[in-house]
Structure formats: structure tokens, C-alpha cells
Nanobody, 124 residues
Framework: QVQLVESGGGLVQAGGSLRVSCAASGRTFSSYAMGWFRQAPGKEREFVAAISWSGGRKYYADSVKGRFTISRDNAKNTVYLQMNSLKPEDTAVYYC?????????????????WGQGTQVTVSS
């Protein structure tokens, strides 16, 4: 079992930066791929970024490529999402998720564990 707790969300102006974190409990954290998804009001949850268990492979949605960076520290059981050049359309609840280190990494169905989410609001 893995439990995930996000933190670091908040309100930021357009063009600003924010880093959200996801702390995991459980000894098997380092064996899981980790992903970040987001969900805006009235919209479906969408893929943002993912990272393999070793950190050697990273994947990004086209909408955040070049602005967001995913990383992980397996010694601290934590995964991070550094968000730069934020836009109002980045406003959403951000969720971290853990799943098997295989597949496309881009679909919610590939992840078994989910955090409760953290709100990120970008003002124009």
C-alpha cells in the first residue's frame, strides 16, 4: 500500500512559479512510477507529467512541456512538480498518483494510488 499526500499549492500570478510536492508512505515507493494529473472545474482529469521509478524517464503533456519539471527523491519518498511560467489555464486541482512502471504513463487507469489533491490557482 502507498499513501500519497500533496502539498505546496496556492495562488500565484501569471508568469510566476510554484512547486508542489507529493509525500508517499510505504516501503515500495521507489518501485512505482509517479504521475501528476490535474482537474479543472467542469473538466476531466488530465495528464500533466510522469516519472519512472528510477527518475530516468520523464514524460510531459504538450501543454506544460518546457515549463514544468517533474523529479523525485526516493530517499525522501517524495515526488515534485516544479511549475514555471504559469498561465491562468494551469489553474486546477493537482493530484499525484502512483502506478506500475510500465505502459504509457498518461492514463488515469494506469495508476493505483492517488492523493487528495492540492489547489493551484493562477491569476491573470
Amino acid at each position: 500500500q502507498v499513501q500519497l499526500v500533496e502539498s505546496g499549492g496556492g495562488l500565484v500570478q501569471a508568469g510566476g512559479s510554484l512547486r508542489v510536492s507529493c509525500a508517499a508512505s510505504g516501503r515500495t515507493f521507489s518501485s512505482y512510477a509517479m504521475g501528476w494529473f490535474r482537474q479543472a472545474p467542469g473538466k476531466e482529469r488530465e495528464f500533466v507529467a510522469a516519472i519512472s521509478w528510477s527518475g530516468g524517464r520523464k514524460y510531459y503533456a504538450d501543454s506544460v512541456k518546457g515549463r514544468f519539471t517533474i523529479s523525485r527523491d526516493n530517499a525522501k519518498n517524495t515526488v515534485y512538480l516544479q511549475m514555471n511560467s504559469l498561465k491562468p489555464e494551469d489553474t486546477a486541482v493537482y493530484y499525484c498518483a502512483g502506478g506500475l512502471d510500465s505502459g504509457s504513463y498518461r492514463h488515469t487507469s494506469e495508476y493505483h494510488y492517488w492523493g487528495q489533491g492540492t489547489q493551484v490557482t493562477v491569476s491573470s
